[in-house]
């Protein structure tokens, strides 16, 4: 809304007085709503681009809220960093995931080609609380998923000029078999060299790259750039995952320029676990 002019005392912008209120209304129910179970999970499939079958799934968290309904992350993520309330939340999406990634591996056993895996994200603060190692062998041991069927999703962003402390407990992840993917890659300016000094596996192409493949044929410029993004992180044995596919037609590009996985509305939206388990047993069974 505009001002109304000169009086700076005035309310000039209700609208935003609202949203103000909201925000501080939302923190202020944060951790009740962590007590309380208001949160939950969706999982997105995550789909292999060479054969279309589901390897695993994202997990996302949602905040069922008594008075606003179902919040996006982006509401209250950013919140929940703000006030520290990240690291027990980012703890319950790790275990809730986890276990479930377990439940859906004991119900498709023998028929599965391969273990369903399960990608959790982790915020910065998560990255610099000293328990993070410790809670995630807890998280995995308990119940009883391999370290292998699980990845970590850290920004390209959080990890620009990361230094040695920073990159510890992600290198000892790494090194039990978790394995670390670089989210959001192709935003963050990142020098593509200081690559091989992270310990990831996977780079999570990010959305922009695959909305220029929307056309077809694709721009030849994002072609291009793509290949080269697919060429060197395959040289650095690095696979790669595209985010955002809507259409077939990105599909097919993307698997012809060589990624690995996929991800996106074209295979299915984020949806609760059975969901999921339904998606990977029609696979599993032909
Ligand atoms: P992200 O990690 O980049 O996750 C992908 C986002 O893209 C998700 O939004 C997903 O629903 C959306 N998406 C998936 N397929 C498509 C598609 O085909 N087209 C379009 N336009 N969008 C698609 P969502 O669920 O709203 O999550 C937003 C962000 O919130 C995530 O971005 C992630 O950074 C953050 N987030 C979600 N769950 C967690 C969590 O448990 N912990 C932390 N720290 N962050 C989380
Ligand atoms: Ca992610
Ligand atoms: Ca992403
Ligand atoms: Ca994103």
Not at 176 to 193: E, K, Q, R
Not at 221 to 238: F, N, P, R
Not at 247 to 256: K, M, P, V, Y
Not at 264 to 271: D, E, K, L, S, T
Request: include cysteine; proline fraction near 6%; charge should be negative.
């Amino acid at each position: 809304a505009k001002s109304a002019g000169g009086n700076r005392f005035e309310l000039a912008d209700p609208e935003a007085d609202a949203r103000a209120i909201t925000r501080h209304g939302l923190t202020t129910a944060l951790p009740a709503a962590l007590d309380r179970n208001e949160f939950f999970i969706e999982y997105q499939p995550l789909v292999h681009l060479g054969d279309g079958s589901v390897r695993g799934a994202e997990a996302l968290v949602r905040w069922l809220h008594p008075q606003h309904g179902v919040l996006g992350p982006d509401r209250f993520i950013p919140l929940a960093e703000h006030t520290g309330l990240i690291v027990p939340l980012g703890r319950w999406v790790l275990e809730q995931s986890v276990r479930q990634a377990r439940e859906w591996q004991e119900r498709h056993c023998a028929e599965a080609a391969a273990p369903l895996r399960i990608n959790v994200n982790l915020s910065p603060c998560q990255l610099t609380h000293p328990g993070l190692v410790s809670d995630t062998v807890d998280i995995l041991e308990r119940s009883g998923l391999e370290p292998g069927a699980l990845c970590l999703e850290v920004t390209e962003s959080a990890l620009i000029g990361a230094d040695d402390d920073l990159l510890k407990p992600l290198r000892r992840l790494a090194e039990m078999g978790v394995d670390i993917a670089l989210d959001d890659f192709g935003t963050g300016y990142s020098n593509l060299a200081n690559l091989r000094r992270l310990p990831v596996s996977i780079l999570k192409l990010d959305r922009s790259f695959t909305q220029g493949m929307q056309q077809y044929p694709a721009d030849p410029v994002d072609l291009k750039i793509v290949e080269g993004i697919v060429t060197l992180a395959h040289s650095l044995d690095l696979a790669v995952t595209v985010e955002g596919v809507e259409t077939g037609a990105q599909a097919e590009q993307l698997r012809i320029l060589g990624c690995d996985t996929a991800q996106g509305w074209y295979y299915a939206r984020p949806g609760p676990p059975e969901r999921l388990h339904e998606l990977a047993l029609v696979d599993a069974t032909g």
